[in-house]
């Protein structure tokens, strides 16, 4: 089990700011920018590399509700990133498949340091 799956199940507390049968969003606790979201399925899926054919609803539904949320909050129109990290090389820690949402200011161009 991960950390998210312990915040899922409330056993860690976490600033939640969305949630469904789904998915669940909360803040993330180093922010890379003055706005980041982590959007994370229910469903036990350790990377964007386990996802398979069936998980194409649900890996939509994670993006869906980062724009969502990005209309709701206002900064839609400004504009905003998302990333999904994928095992070593991507960066990603936590193995269970998340969507982060990166917003509140100009971001830079991708990949520039
Ligand atoms: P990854 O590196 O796997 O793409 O992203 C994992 C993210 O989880 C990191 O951005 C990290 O800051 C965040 N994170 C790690 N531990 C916690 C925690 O206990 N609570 C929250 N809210 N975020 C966490």
């Given at each position: 089990?991960?950390?998210?799956?312990?915040?899922i199940?409330?056993?860690?507390?976490?600033?939640?700011?969305?949630?469904?049968?789904h998915l669940?969003?909360?803040?993330?606790?180093?922010?890379?920018?003055?706005?980041?979201?982590?959007?994370?399925p229910k469903e036990?899926?350790?990377?964007?590399?386990?996802?398979?054919?069936?998980?194409?609803?649900?890996?939509?539904?994670?993006?869906?509700?980062?724009?969502?949320?990005?209309?709701?909050?206002?900064?839609?129109?400004?504009?905003?990133?998302?990333?999904?990290?994928?095992?070593?090389?991507?960066?990603?820690?936590?193995?269970?498949?998340?969507?982060?949402?990166?917003?509140?200011?100009?971001?830079?161009?991708?990949?520039?340091?």
């Open positions: 089990m991960t950390l998210f799956h312990k915040i199940r409330r056993e860690i507390p976490a600033d939640i700011v969305y949630e469904d049968e669940i969003a909360f803040r993330d606790i180093a922010p890379q920018a003055p706005v980041h979201v982590l959007f994370v036990t899926i350790p990377s964007l590399d386990a996802a398979r054919p069936e998980h194409a609803e649900l890996v939509g539904r994670l993006a869906l509700a980062a724009a969502e949320y990005a209309r709701q909050e206002g900064f839609a129109e400004d504009g905003y990133r998302i990333v999904m990290n994928c095992n070593g090389h991507g960066g990603q820690t936590v193995y269970q498949m998340h969507l982060h949402l990166l917003a509140g200011a100009p971001l830079g161009r991708f990949g520039t340091p």
